[in-house]
């Protein structure tokens, strides 16, 4: 059975974090933690599905309120033909663009997550972040990736100019289930991946904090009661800069 093919295939992928990413997610949060001080925020920017990663962890129940997901024009999967978003995510300059229309600076995180680590946008964002003197965590798969040749002219994947890389461990075109008397793959794994990683990640950031005496923002369901008021208590805590990018009253952790 397909379905069954599926789910022994993710099995294989959450041993694959827990024997070999844990470790970097335990090691990376302190260095994390320290790069931002009081100041400093920590960004999560993908392109096309790899963007379902950024808004996992945005205004999420059970979330840092202070977690920003970096969204862009073209690049979400609301773009209409969505084809165009395989394109635009190749033209190079357009994640420069994105990096400083956000004004990243020297205490910042960027998480940028890209599947095959190969186009234009997602290794421009974390070359003008770098710029900018922010951290740059690269959410990629290494299989994937080196499999493959960059489509940037510095012929750089994004593992290359990452300063901390997780390695999701996902297959080279990322489906992973052979479809009988077809020739071809589904069941694709790089969002189950990618989503238990930045979890991860930001589960370790909050226990650093907490172990620092700091008071980490976290946010609970709008679906229970009193929930709504308590994340509004929350971002009031934080100031209107949380507000920068939509955290509004009339949106709801969930």
């Known amino acids: 059975m397909l379905a069954q093919q599926y789910l022994l295939e993710v099995e294989k992928l959450m041993r694959h974090i827990r024997e070999t990413q844990l470790s970097a997610v335990l090691q990376v949060a302190p260095k994390i933690v320290e790069h931002m001080g009081d100041t400093g925020t920590l960004f999560v920017f993908g392109a096309?599905?790899?963007s379902m990663i950024a808004q996992e962890v945005y205004y999420r129940a059970g979330g840092l309120?202070?977690?920003?997901?970096?969204?862009?024009?073209?690049?979400?999967?609301?773009?209409?033909?969505?084809?165009?978003?395989?394109?635009?995510?190749?033209?190079?300059?357009?994640?420069?663009?994105?990096?400083?229309?956000?004004?990243?600076?020297?205490?910042?995180?960027?998480?940028v997550?890209?599947?095959?680590?190969r186009n234009a946008?997602?290794?421009?964002?974390?070359?003008?972040?770098?710029?900018?003197?922010?951290?740059?965590?690269?959410?990629?798969s290494l299989p994937y990736s080196?499999?493959?040749?960059?489509?940037?002219?510095?012929?750089?994947?994004?593992?290359?100019?990452?300063?901390?890389?997780l390695d999701t461990g996902t297959p080279a075109g990322d489906a992973a289930v052979d479809v009988p008397g077809t020739g071809k793959k589904m069941g694709p794994l790089s969002t189950v991946a990618g989503v238990?990683?930045?979890?991860?990640?930001?589960?370790?950031?909050?226990?650093?904090?907490?172990?620092?005496?700091?008071?980490?923002?976290?946010?609970?369901?709008?679906?229970?009661?009193g929930g709504h008021e308590a994340n509004l208590a929350t971002y009031r805590r934080l100031g209107s800069s949380a507000f920068s990018q939509g955290d509004g009253p009339g949106r709801e952790a969930r």
């Open 65 to 111: 309120a202070t977690v920003k997901a970096l969204f862009a024009p073209g690049l979400m999967l609301d773009q209409q033909p969505v084809t165009m978003t395989s394109e635009l995510e190749r033209l190079e300059g357009l994640g420069r663009i994105v990096v400083r229309s956000h004004g990243l600076g020297a205490r910042d995180v960027l998480v």
């Open 121 to 140: 946008v997602p290794i421009d964002a974390a070359l003008e972040a770098k710029e900018r003197g922010a951290m740059v965590v690269a959410l990629t």
């Open 196 to 225: 238990l990683l930045i979890n991860l990640l930001i589960l370790q950031v909050v226990e650093e904090l907490v172990a620092r005496g700091r008071d980490p923002a976290i946010l609970v369901s709008g679906n229970l009661d």
């Open 48 to 50: 096309s599905h790899s």
């Open 113 to 117: 997550v890209s599947t095959s680590g």
């Open 146 to 165: 080196r499999s493959v040749p960059s489509r940037h002219s510095s012929s750089k994947r994004l593992f290359e100019v990452a300063d901390v890389v």
